[in-house]
Structure formats: C-alpha cells, structure tokens
C-alpha cells in the first residue's frame, strides 16, 4: 500500500507502508478513490508546518478523499463493498467540555485526519488504502464522480461559514479570495438564498471560477482599478463579506464595503494584523470567525450526491499518484490550478 508522506520542507515521498486488512467490529476497509490537496497540505509540502504546528515526525498528508469500501466488519449497517464514500477526517471526542456543549469542531483533544496539531500526528487520508471506523464513512450515492465526492470537507467548511452569517437571504453577499474556499463559499451563499453574490481576487485567473460557481459579478481587488468602489460608497453597501483570503488588505477593504451592522465572517487563516477596530465600532459591524465544521459534512454530502450543486468547475486537474509531486507543484500556482485532486485508483 503506498501512501503519500511528508517529512520536511520539500521532503514528500510516496512510499510503500504495510496494509491493514482486516477491519475489526465497526470498521471498514476502503480503496481511496480521490484526494484533494488543500492549503494546509501545501503548507505542510512547503514549510513543514503553518503558524506554530510543524511536523515533528513523518506524516501521510489529506484530509479531502473520497474511497470505495472494500470490506466491512461486524455490526457495520449501512455500507456494502463497492459503495462510494466520503470520509469525514474530523474525530472530536464527544467528551469533552466543548464537545458537551455542542461545539464539537472546538474539542479540547480533536483528532483531525492529516494534521500535526496533536502529537503523535493524525495520519492523513493520501494512500491507497485504510481501515476507518464506520460512522466516518458517508455514502455519497449512485453515479457520483469520486473527485466531486472528495469536495464534501472543503464545502462543509463553505457551509459551515455562511451559517456563521446566520441568514444571508436576500442579502447582498461579497467574497474576497477567489481559491477553492472562496469559491465554495460563493456556492453555499447562492444555495442559502443571498440575493447577489460578489466574487473578488487580486489574481485574474481564480475568478472565473467563482463565476462558473454562483457569482453574478467578479471584482479584480485592484485599488487602481477602484473595482469595489460602487460598493464602498456612502457608508457602504455589503451586507456580508467573506474573507476567505486571510489577507490584511482583503479584510481592510470588506469593513470598507460593509454597510452598517454589516456581518464579516473571518474564514481564511493568516499571522496576527492590523486590524481597522474603530469601523467596527462606527459602523455596529458584527465580526465572527468560522472554524473547520461539525453537522455540515453529511451536509455536503447530501448535496453533492442529491445533484442539488455541482461543484464539478472547482477540479482543475487530477493527477495520478504516481505524479503527486507533480500534482503538489501545480497546486501552489494559483495561476494554473483550482482544487487539484490525486487519484489512487
Ligand atoms: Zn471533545
């Protein structure tokens, strides 16, 4: 079985590992179908780490795959060798306090699959095959493609920020950071009713995507081109922006475009910065996080597999394993690449 290993800073090795077999009571055997490669794995290929997590020890990447069940062990309802799956690389406690209180993307001792977080690390999803606790598994359905059922975490994360809004419909929604997230946000704010949604990059190339996603207009974030101007006069006239960028410059210019008591959701992450305070409290602006996601991933995948969206513009290009350093070079291009997936099939 190969899997897909980080060690250090440009140091990333497909390599052989034993497999696992036989799944015990409550566990299944999968074949990874589809991966796709996130910010987080790119940081990790890159740098070793983000912020202050770095790896510590070898690490298999992914926590964006889709598989087909190979074996199912005993007391396992619901799943039968050769369904589509997604797997949902999120494994809070359910104990503790935060988990208690129903927060439980905020556990104190979270296991997320593919992280450095915690030490040991949690072992990614990129490899061939795995044995995962059932409850995990998600069916997708019939006729589904496995790289659109691989997009089932990023758009939970998507869905999970436009709840943080609390209802954007009929509201007039902008979308800074034209990337994967930036364009499933677009697509979980059209789904939730926002009655004009506004994409916008400093980059050309993402938002065409965004378009392709939902977005009835595209803004090039330019302060030559004064694209956002119409939206930053009088006191402003967004009712919710998304910064999906985590970018100083991104966050300036949403409290510029918020209307009074406009609503900013901080999705993408970013190093400490300044951040315009005396906006927020002139203009009652209200600012809320949105952190990974809990009930959205069955969600998404609903969606996905009800074709209630198609999610299909978002992959750019799928790479076989063999190539997956190919596949991670080409994902840091922003100008060449969307979402890139790996297919271990
Ligand atoms: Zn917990």
């Known amino acids: 079985m ?12 497909l390599e052989e590992r034993p497999e696992e077999v036989e799944p015990d009571e409550g566990q299944v055997l999968v074949r990874i179908a589809a991966g796709g490669i996130c910010g987080s ?36 309802e619901g799943l039968a060798t050769g369904d589509l799956v997604a797997i949902n690389p999120s494994m809070p406690c359910g104990q503790c306090e935060e988990c208690q209180r129903g927060l439980r993307n905020h556990c104190n001792d979270m296991v997320f699959r593919g992280s450095a977080m915690r030490f040991p690390h949690a072992q990614g999803l990129f490899r061939e095959t795995m044995i995962v606790r059932s409850d995990l598994l998600h069916p997708v359905g019939r006729g ?3 790289g659109l059922a691989a997009l089932a975490e990023p758009f939970a994360v998507c869905l999970h920020a436009v709840k943080q809004a609390g209802s954007v419909l009929g509201k007039t929604v902008l979308v800074f950071g034209c990337g994967p997230i ?12 926002a009655r004009r949604v506004i994409a916008c990059d400093v ?12 977005a009835d207009e ?5 302060p030559e081109a004064g694209g956002l101007s ?26 510029d475009c918020l209307r009074p008591r406009g609503i900013l959701v901080a999705v993408g992450l970013s190093g400490s910065m300044p951040f315009p305070l005396p906006f927020v409290v002139t203009k009652e602006l209200t600012v ?19 074709g209630r969206i198609d999610l299909s513009p978002l992959i750019s290009h799928t790479y076989s394993v063999d190539r997956v350093i190919e596949a991670f070079d080409l994902a840091g291009d922003r100008s060449q690449s969307m979402k890139v997936q790996i297919d271990f099939r």
């Not at 980059?203 to 939902?214: F, H, I, K, N």
């Not at 595209?218 to 330019?222: A, F, S, T």
């Open 2 to 13: 190969r899997a897909v290993v980080a060690y250090a800073p440009h140091d990333l090795r």
């Open 41 to 76: 794995d790119l940081h990790y290929y890159h740098n070793g780490g983000f912020g202050t997590v770095r790896l510590k020890e070898p690490m298999i990447l992914g926590h964006e795959a889709s598989a087909v069940v190979a074996a199912v062990g005993k007391g396992v």
């Open 144 to 146: 589904v493609a496995a």
């Open 182 to 193: 930036g364009c499933l946000t677009i697509a979980a704010a059209r789904l939730a009713g």
């Open 203 to 214: 980059v050309e190339a993402p938002l065409a995507t965004g378009e392709r996603l939902g």
């Open 218 to 222: 595209v803004v090039l974030n330019d």
């Open 230 to 255: 119409p939206y930053k006069a009088g006191r402003g006239r967004i009712d919710v922006a998304f910064d999906c960028s985590g970018h100083p410059a991104a966050v300036a210019s949403a409290i």
């Open 288 to 306: 809320v996080g949105s952190f990974r996601f809990d009930t959205e991933f069955a969600e998404a995948v609903d969606l996905i597999g009800s």
